[in-house]
């Protein structure tokens, strides 16, 4: 296959030196606004060429493309794409409008090409484990789940906003929380076969008065800096998702999971992880909780040669090894020693999209499946904007069956 990334800041080179290792890419391509950075990564990764605009990436003969852009343009430009013929890799989120969402999956099963979302999430060690233990009936009946991103804005994000977003960067670094909700929301629905079906989201107005989170600077009018959501599910139970900006937390799992079912309990701090077991019978004092964060702990972290430029404060989503409940046994040889990113998902994700594609077989987290992780988010920014009205969140059904990959 061929892929043309659009898009080549700081994310897009994990993914380029990934799946230029890859057995089943033939070459890589790359365009971008700023047409020096595109060159740039032309000569430092060896791609194939670079393209002068997406229009002209469209017209090509590659057949992939993966949208690396800011994140409120990935809808528009994955329609483009998927209108171009081409199949789709697209970083988080999948859109920002229900119309977008709605648009992706009508193409996709329109025209029969795959489209995957990125989401790190699906592949966190956390998730990993509970999706095992779900499917083994450990838990018991799951009915509460909760799912945080705690990053702080002082924690790379003014950096990675001026990096992206020129002298403007301010009215872009206000983008609403719950409008990038899928590292939360996807590690849960990413571990439990259900989907969210209603929410109450409350918003926390930003005070602290630098103009980021300004409604009168912000290109979506908005001033809520940290935003907490309850979301009822299909299958009766309940989600709760925390999008923290404005939080005295620096370093550790910025995305956490805790499972909460009638047999066992996992609950994920920012610093390690246990599993609370029910013993049966009446003698509830006699039940087990054990300590799992080894289990998480992703080993052999290296920084990638190359991020010289990337603020040392986001380095940890570009520096994490392999965690012992990670399954490489599907990976290609020649990821072994390659950097890894976000808590070992990134040689998943690379393999996960090449699969897809040179297979004809629909990813885990296709368009159905990206739609659950990012509608809920959509609708709990509008429910937020009406004071914590809860409001229906619509669903487009389960797509075609996914891939045990």
């Known amino acids: 296959m061929k892929i043309g990334v659009i898009g080549t800041g ?66 528009s430009l994955v329609l483009q794409a998927l209108e171009a013929g081409k199949n789709v890799y697209s970083a988080v989120p999948m859109a920002i409008t229900v119309d977008e969402i709605k648009a992706i999956i009508d193409k996709v099963t329109e025209t029969g090409l795959i489209y995957m979302m990125g989401e790190t999430s699906y592949y966190n060690p956390a998730v990993v484990w509970a ?8 838990f018991g009946r799951v009915f509460y789940a909760e799912g945080d991103y705690v990053h702080d804005m002082d924690n790379g994000f003014y950096a990675a906003y001026r990096y992206s977003g020129g002298d403007d960067w301010k009215k872009t670094a206000s983008y609403p929380p719950m409008l990038y909700p899928t590292h939360a929301i996807g590690g849960v629905l990413g571990a439990l076969p259900t989907y969210a079906t209603s929410v109450s989201c409350i918003g926390i107005h930003d005070d602290r008065g630098d103009g980021v989170f300004d409604k009168d600077v912000s290109l979506w009018g908005n001033d809520f800096s940290n935003m907490s959501a309850l979301f009822g599910l299909a299958d009766g139970g309940a989600m709760r998702t925390n999008e923290f900006r404005r939080v005295g937390y620096w370093r550790g799992h910025e995305s956490r999971f805790r499972f ?4 066992s309990v996992m609950e994920q ?25 080894d289990l998480f702990y992703t080993r052999n972290a290296q920084v990638p ?7 040392p404060a986001l380095m940890q989503s570009f520096a994490s090894g392999t965690a012992k409940v990670q399954d490489r046994s599907r990976l290609p040889k020649e990821f072994e020693g390659a950097h890894n990113g976000h808590e070992g998902s990134h040689h998943f994700l690379a393999d996960d999209f090449v699969r897809a594609v040179t297979t004809k077989t629909q990813p885990p987290v296709n368009a159905w499946k990206a739609a659950r992780f990012t509608l809920p988010g959509v609708i709990a920014l509008e429910s937020a904007r009406q004071g914590g009205a809860r409001l229906p969140i619509p669903d487009f059904g389960d797509g075609p069956e996914n891939p045990a990959w």
């Open 305 to 311: 040669e190359g991020f010289g430029d990337v603020d």
């Open 260 to 263: 909460y079912g009638t047999d």
């Open 131 to 138: 999706r095992g233990k779900v499917a083994e009936g450990a």
């Open 10 to 75: 700081q994310f897009a080179r994990s993914f380029i030196s990934l799946w230029q290792k890859h057995p089943d890419v033939e070459a890589i391509y790359a365009c971008d606004l700023v047409p020096e950075r595109a060159k740039e990564h032309q000569e430092k990764y060896d791609l194939a060429g670079t393209f002068a605009d997406v229009e002209e990436m469209l017209a090509s003969d590659v057949d992939s493309v993966a949208v690396m852009t800011q994140r409120w343009t990935h809808g």
């Open 269 to 293: 701090t920012g610093q390690g992880a246990t599993w609370s077991i029910k013993t049966e019978g009446e003698d509830y004092r006699k039940g087990d909780t054990l300590d799992i964060s």
